[in-house]
C-alpha cells in the first residue's frame, strides 16, 4: 500500500530516474494467478455477450440494437481478455505489429462503425454489414497469433479459385 501511495504521489518517479509508464507498470503488476482469473472472467464475458446478442437478435423491434450492442460489447471484451495476459503495452504493440495492423486497424475501425450506424445514422443494414466485417477482421486477427495458419487460408483460397 505504501508503494502504491508514493506512485501516487510521485514521490517514487522523482526517487529514481524512471519514466511515469515504468513506474505506473511496477505499481499495477498483478500475480500469474491473478491475470488468469481475469483473462478467463473478461474472456467469459465477451463470449457470454456475444452469445446473448444473438439470441436477443430475435426480438421483434429492438433484437437488432441489442444484437449490436451486445456483440459489439463482446467483442471488446474479448480482445480486452488478452490485455490481461500480455499486459497493455505488450497488447498494443503486438496489435500494431505489421503483421496484425491491418486486421487490427479494421477490426477497430468497424467496430465503431457498427455503433454509429445503429445509434448515429439508424441504418441497421449497414450495422448488420459492419456487424459481419468485425467478425472477419476478428477471426482474422486472432489467427494472426497462430503461426502458419493465414498463410495456409490464403493458399487454400488461392487453390480454390483457380
Request: hydrophobic share 50%; with cysteine; proline share 2%.
Amino acid at each position: 500500500m505504501d508503494k502504491l501511495k508514493s506512485v501516487l504521489s510521485g514521490e517514487e518517479a522523482r526517487r529514481d530516474d524512471r519514466t511515469v509508464l515504468q513506474t505506473v507498470n511496477e505499481a499495477s503488476t498483478m500475480s500469474w494467478a491473478t491475470r488468469i482469473k481475469g483473462f478467463i472472467a473478461c474472456f467469459v464475458i465477451g463470449v457470454g455477450c456475444t452469445v446473448l446478442g444473438v439470441c436477443l437478435l430475435f426480438l421483434p423491434r429492438i433484437g437488432l440494437t441489442l444484437f449490436i450492442v451486445f456483440y459489439t460489447f463482446g467483442n471488446i471484451c474479448t480482445l480486452g481478455s488478452s490485455v490481461f495476459l500480455m499486459g497493455p503495452l505488450k497488447q498494443l504493440k503486438k496489435m500494431c505489429d505489421k503483421t496484425r495492423a491491418l486486421a487490427t486497424t479494421i477490426m477497430l475501425t468497424c467496430l465503431v462503425l457498427t455503433l454509429c450506424a445503429a445509434f448515429w445514422w439508424k441504418n441497421f443494414g449497414l450495422a448488420l454489414l459492419f456487424c459481419i466485417l468485425q467478425i472477419l477482421s476478428f477471426t482474422w486477427y486472432s489467427l494472426s497469433y497462430i503461426p502458419c495458419v493465414r498463410e495456409a487460408i490464403l493458399k487454400m483460397v488461392s487453390m480454390c479459385v483457380k
